[in-house]
């Protein structure tokens, strides 16, 4: 006779599943921070009073998001691999037997963390110095934008907060797209401190000095950066001017100037890393969410994902 098969709890999920290397992936980025720090930045979770489901901790939510984001998943995907994956209850300390956000919970949560976003990220900067993955000795200030195109559905249906920009295609050619500038500014090993959002169409200076904290030693950027405001920013914080020199129609740039330009490139293509990894992995070449001030959590979640994603590459490389 034919043995019926039964699913028995208690073999659902025996002790040896739970020491199985891939649970371990996220490991190191669990061990990098005080998320105990990060939590008193957060807005709180959702009470069951307030839904009439279940609750759940605002680091649970947060943790879920960074997930989104690493695996490049919506929040409808995201809220079903969290209810199957293992790896991620681990990470966002959801028990088998509870259960998991909904798409619409884990939207409200990142609407929330608005501008508290900017001080997660300051604080995880903080964490890293303190545990000498970052050095805050001699730092520099690499600044550098990116296009990512707007959330739109046809013409008649883009984003009416963002810009017309112009972006390379991988062939080098120019096109034009409707969309957002994300700016970063990274110091050296291509760790983010800052970022900044706006319209496609704003030129690249105006979001300088809401990028630069004060306390580098020299500003990294191209020739975007080339003007006026600039100089003035780095001679009043008295950081290094390493922009580089943009030419005119009737004014073309000297050997010595071409020769600084292929230097400070050098160390201002660091950023484009960060860029990449971004597009090619998260998905930020183009975002899902409309508005500049989701646009702005996107970024700055992103520049939160990074660091603790580049910081465990670190710790786990170097010690």
């Known amino acids: 006779m034919r043995q019926s098969f039964t699913t028995q709890p208690a073999l659902f999920a025996p002790h040896e599943l739970f020491e199985h290397p891939a649970l371990t992936a996220l490991d190191d ?67 088998l037997d509870q259960g998991v956000p909904e798409a619409s919970t884990l939207g409200r949560f990142r609407a929330r963390l608005g501008d508290r976003l900017e001080a997660v990220l300051a604080d995880i900067v903080a964490m890293l110095e ?46 034009a797209v409707w969309g957002w500038q994300a700016f970063v500014n990274a110091d050296e ?48 914080t008295g950081m290094a001017d390493r922009v580089q020199r943009r030419g005119a129609k009737h004014k073309r740039l000297g050997p010595q100037d071409i020769a600084r330009n292929v230097e400070i490139g050098v160390t201002r293509a660091r950023v484009e890393a960060i860029f990449g990894h971004w597009k090619r992995h998260w998905g930020l070449r183009r975002t899902r969410f409309l508005g500049l001030a989701k646009m702005r959590i996107l970024t700055t979640l992103a520049a939160v994902g990074w660091n603790l994603w580049k910081g465990a590459r670190f710790r786990t490389l170097y010690g």
């Open 29 to 95: 980025v669990e061990t990098l921070i005080d998320w105990a720090r990060v939590e008193a930045h957060l807005p709180r979770g959702e009470e069951k009073a307030q839904t009439g489901r279940p609750g759940y901790p605002a680091q649970t939510l947060f943790r879920a998001l960074l997930l989104g984001l690493w695996y490049d998943l919506s929040d409808v995907k995201l809220s079903a691999q969290l209810a199957r994956d293992l790896l991620f209850r681990k990470f966002c300390r959801l028990e």
């Open 130 to 175: 303190e545990a000498r993955v970052v050095l805050a000795e001699g730092r520099v200030a690499i600044v550098d934008a990116t296009v990512v195109e707007a959330a739109q559905s046809g013409y008649d249906r883009r984003d009416p907060e963002a810009g017309s920009a112009v972006k390379l295609t991988v062939k080098g050619r120019r096109r």
């Open 189 to 236: 090993d291509g760790f983010v401190r800052r970022v900044a959002v706006s319209p496609g169409n704003r030129a690249e200076v105006d979001s300088l000095e809401d990028l630069v904290v004060g306390d580098e030693a020299a500003l990294y950027a191209d020739g975007a950066y080339s003007s006026p405001r600039s100089r003035a920013l780095v001679a009043r």
